[in-house]
C-alpha cells in the first residue's frame, strides 16, 4: 500500500486520521510542528517530521524520501473566535501555509491531497440544513482561509495533474482510543469537562440566539467517524475514482450547547448549572448539515449519540489524568 503524509498528525483530529489510515492499511507519515499537537500521539514506528507546513524545502524533502503518493491536510490554526482577533495570523499559517505544502507537493511529485475544511466557510446559513450547494459566505478569519484552501487547491488541480477533494468538518467530539484526546482550549467538550474536574462552572456564550433553548445547535460527529472519512476520501483519490470538490461531514441533527452540557453531566455524573456569558464573535445561531454526498461516494455513515461521544470524551480525559 502506498505512503500518504498526514499534516498535523500529532493533533487530536490528526492523531486518529492516522491510526485509521493505518488500520485501513496505508503506511504514514507526520509532519507536524507541535504547536498544538502532541509527540505522544504519534504511533511508535511512524516517521515524524517535526516541521510546519511553512517549510516548503522540509516538507518537499519528506514527500520524497518516504515516496508519499498523497497528503491529508490537516495542519492550520483552527479557532474561528480567535481568528476574530488574530486575522493575520490565522491568514499566515492557513492561506500562506497551504500555498507552501502546495509548492511542496509539486516539487515532489505528490498528487493527491484531502484537505480538512470547515462548516465555518458557510458562516451564517440561511437553510435548516446545509448541502454541498449551499452558498458560502464565512464570517471569520478562520472560515476565509479555509474556503480560501479549497480554492486554492482546486486552482492547482486545474493547473496540474493533482487530485483532490476536501472535507467540511462540523463539530467533531470524542475519542476514538483513549490514548488521544481534545486537548484545545477553545472547543466546547474540552473546556466543559477540564471545568467540572476542576470545579469551576461551565459557560455557555449567549443564551439569546434565535434556536429553541437559545443557545448555539451544532452537529456533532464523532472523531472516529470523521477520520473513516479522510480513509475513504484517500482510498478513492489513490484508486482514481471521481469525488466531488467538497464534501460535508455532518450527521444531519442538531444539539443544542445547552444539551452538550446536560450530557457532559450524565457522562460525568458531576452534577452543575452553567453559568451565561456574553455571545462569542463569529458564532452562528444553527449549522447543521446533510451528509448524503459523504455517503454515496465515500460510504461514510455517522452514527452514536452525543452522550456516547461525550462518554468516550471523559474516558480519554480521565485516562490523561491517571
Not at 2 to 19: D, E, K, P, R
Not at 278 to 286: E, I, N, S, T
Request: net charge negative; glycine share 10%.
Amino acid at each position: 500500500m502506498s505512503t500518504w503524509l498526514v499534516t498535523g498528525g500529532a493533533g487530536y483530529i490528526g492523531s486518529h486520521v492516522v491510526h485509521a489510515l493505518r488500520a485501513g492499511g496505508f503506511d504514514v507519515v507526520v509532519l507536524d510542528d507541535l504547536s498544538s499537537g502532541h509527540a505522544e500521539f504519534v504511533p511508535d514506528g511512524v516517521p515524524f517530521v517535526p516541521a510546519g507546513i511553512g517549510e516548503t524545502a522540509t516538507v518537499a524533502a519528506a514527500l520524497r524520501e518516504h515516496d508519499a503518493s498523497g497528503v491529508v491536510h490537516l495542519a492550520g490554526f483552527k479557532y474561528a473566535g480567535e481568528s476574530v482577533r488574530r486575522p493575520l495570523h490565522t491568514y499566515e499559517q492557513n492561506v500562506n501555509g497551504t500555498v507552501s505544502l502546495l509548492r511542496a507537493m509539486a516539487e515532489a511529485g505528490t498528487r493527491a491531497i484531502v484537505f480538512s475544511s470547515s462548516a465555518a466557510v458557510y458562516g451564517t446559513p440561511h437553510v435548516d440544513v446545509v448541502t454541498e450547494d449551499t452558498p458560502t459566505a464565512p464570517e471569520s478569519p478562520y472560515g476565509e482561509t479555509k474556503l480560501i484552501g479549497e480554492w486554492l487547491i482546486a486552482s492547482q488541480a486545474r493547473a496540474s495533474e493533482l487530485r483532490h477533494t476536501s472535507l467540511r468538518y462540523f463539530n467533531v467530539v470524542g475519542s476514538g482510543d483513549p490514548a488521544l484526546r481534545d486537548t484545545s482550549p477553545h472547543n466546547l467538550v474540552p473546556l466543559v469537562l477540564d471545568a467540572v474536574v476542576e470545579g469551576r462552572t461551565p459557560q455557555i456564550n449567549g443564551d439569546d440566539y434565535p434556536t429553541p433553548d437559545g443557545t448555539c445547535v451544532r452537529d456533532y460527529v464523532h472523531v472516529a467517524e470523521v477520520a473513516a472519512a479522510h480513509v475513504a476520501a484517500a482510498r478513492a483519490l489513490e484508486e482514481g475514482r471521481p469525488l466531488e470538490r467538497v464534501y460535508n461531514l455532518g450527521a444531519g441533527a442538531g444539539t443544542s450547547v445547552r444539551e452538550v452540557m446536560t450530557a457532559v453531566a450524565e457522562a460525568t455524573g458531576i452534577a452543575f448549572t452553567p453559568r451565561v456569558a456574553p455571545r462569542r464573535p463569529g458564532d452562528p445561531p444553527r449549522i447543521v448539515a446533510s451528509g448524503e454526498l459523504a455517503r454515496r461516494d465515500l460510504g461514510w455513515a455517522p452514527s452514536g449519540s452525543v452522550t456516547e461521544m461525550v462518554t468516550s470524551a471523559w474516558v480519554a480525559r480521565q485516562r490523561a489524568a491517571g
